[in-house]
């Protein structure tokens, strides 16, 4: 296969817009290898994403629920969350998994790495996939969580995934490329 | 399956902090209904989005490289674009492919609707399956775009998936939906 031609872009100018949480914005104008100039692409920051597959002893899937505000929708996702300083990708996915849900243990192994979006994200979506989890603990969720957790059979899961109810592409694609994988 | 709860949230207040395209930002200050209060929730505003697994009567599939500046990385990827003014998802999906790479005609199904992030955009992502495309036209890319054109067989597509080299989440999930779903 050939390798894509690789002709970054020229950063002519960069400002910081907003540096809240969830919100720091840079502004740049670009010059293409083409010669085109685009006065204003934006582009959002933030931490590293984790996400988990997370399948118990009885190969039940560990999956939430929660109310979505820009939305405004409700659907069934995997675990998910933010990488915090200190930790590695691996330690906030167990974080998660522990706090959204109650369930920890088991095997832990990276299983994909996306993008939430090259053309105006920084950050990488790391997915690791659990195995033989349990439940060891109560869910402790944050001031703005309020999640529900569901175990799901392997066929509930593949339902949702044909019906497009599990929405979100970051939770969608490692779970179809573990349907994929699987057979 | 048991039907998830929906607990939608109160919004205290509303402001815009930007309306440009590609950078539309909604701040809003919300109530759970845990009785949490969260001063600040970005809601990011888009057009829906569109992509397109393309597939030649030679059963190649239609791809594209282009630099991705929020990254500083060139990745493989879907043809896609957004849904402009007037235009239905159907008719966005099959501008961008002629526009991107020149090809057309063929059968044309939705296959896969995803939410880039329900967190915080407020927009949806159609990917569209087209067969049977022909090369009918030149490419005609805008003054922002930069794009290369790959035809690809089936291996060769699920060797780019497999080692994480079509990061986009967005198109890597309609690829694996596709893969998952054909064996």
Same sequence: chains 1, 2.
Wanted: net charge negative; with cysteine.
């Amino acid at each position: 296969m050939k390798k894509p031609l690789h002709r970054p872009w020229k950063v002519l100018s960069s400002e910081y817009l907003a540096n809240r949480p969830w919100f720091t914005v840079r502004r740049e104008k670009v010059e293409l290898p083409t010669g085109a100039i685009v006065p204003e692409w934006y582009i959002f920051e933030f931490p590293n994403w984790v996400n988990v597959i997370a399948i118990t002893k009885d190969k039940e899937f560990v999956m939430i629920s929660q109310y979505r505000h820009a939305l405004g929708q409700t659907h069934f996702e995997l675990v998910a969350g933010c990488c915090e300083q200190g930790e590695t990708v691996l330690q906030s996915a167990q974080r998660e998994l522990l706090e959204e849900t109650g369930y920890g243990g088991g095997e832990w192994h990276e299983f994909m790495i996306t993008s939430p979006n090259p053309t105006n994200h920084n950050n990488f979506a790391y997915t690791f996939l659990a195995t033989n989890v349990e439940r060891i603990a109560e869910q402790h969720t944050e001031a703005g969580e309020d999640i529900e957790v569901h175990l799901m059979s392997k066929d509930e899961v593949l339902e949702l995934l044909h019906s497009d109810q599990i929405i979100q592409c970051l939770h969608a694609a490692p779970l179809w490329k573990y349907f994929a994988s699987e057979k």
